[in-house]
T-cell receptor, first 112, second 111 residues
Framework: DAGVIQSPRHEVTEMGQEVTLRCKPI?????LFWYRQTMMRGLELLIY????????DSGMPEDRFSAKMPNASFSTLKIQPSEPRDSAVYFC??????????FGSGTRLTVV | TQLLEQSPQFLSIQEGENLTVYCNSS?????LQWYRQEPGEGPVLLVT?????EVKKLKRLTFQFGDARKDSSLHITAAQPGDTGLYLC???????????FGDGTTLTVKP
């Protein structure tokens, strides 16, 4: 298995622009998580899905953030409009029950 | 809300030294995972401990789960520069599938 695949690896965008981050989880994993990591706040859970259904989005910072999982092999995290404070590394992870997460390599987002 | 506290937050040692990092909570976890994250990459699972009192060894790394399944420790013997990274513990609780992550211990091993 190729693991959890995220794209792009790096994204630099101007404030106010829309940003879409993509994730392909491991086949057979029925949980998918979106995390944001910064030096100040560490690893923060934004939202997670179970069988493509959003279960808990309480970590999504604002309405500017949205996430979808149209099928078992694809998820997106969208920020519209983006702001400089959104700059961080965004990770996608997948797992089955048991807590053994497999993380992607992350998307480093810089909003200028 | 289940919280995991890791200590120390930062640790800088010389190659060859031993070290222990801790992961503590007031909550009981069904299992606990340790991850290592290197710069520019996502966290990678090192080990899962499930049974209270369980000890697992991975080469120079020794992981222990507390008897009450509320805490864990990671001991590294004869640390090497390749051990440098962010060590995260994560506890799997009653909410199936979702784990709680600690804030991590940043380890630097100087040659």
């Amino acid at each position: 298995d190729a693991g959890v695949i995220q794209s792009p690896r790096h994204e630099v965008t101007e404030m106010g622009q829309e940003v879409t981050l993509r994730c392909k989880p491991i086949s057979g994993h029925d949980y998918l998580f979106w995390y944001r990591q910064t030096m100040m706040r560490g690893l923060e859970l934004l939202i997670y899905f179970n069988n493509n259904v959003p279960i808990d989005d309480s970590g999504m910072p604002e309405d500017r953030f949205s996430a979808k999982m149209p099928n078992a092999s694809f998820s997106t995290l969208k920020i519209q409009p983006s702001e400089p404070r959104d700059s961080a590394v965004y990770f996608c992870a997948s797992t089955s029950v048991g807590g053994r997460y497999t993380f992607g390599s992350g998307t480093r987002l810089t909003v200028v | 809300t289940q919280l995991l506290e890791q200590s120390p937050q930062f640790l800088s040692i010389q190659e060859g030294e031993n070290l222990t990092v801790y992961c503590n909570s007031s909550s009981v976890f069904s299992s606990l995972q340790w991850y290592r994250q290197e710069p520019g990459e996502g966290p990678v699972l090192l080990v899962t401990v499930v049974t209270g009192g369980e000890v697992k060894k991975l080469k120079r790394l020794t992981f222990q789960f507390g008897d009450a399944r509320k805490d864990s420790s990671l001991h590294i013997t004869a640390a090497q520069p390749g051990d440098t990274g962010l060590y995260l513990c994560a506890g799997a609780g009653t909410n199936a599938g979702k784990s709680t992550f600690g804030d991590g211990t940043t380890l630097t091993v100087k040659p």
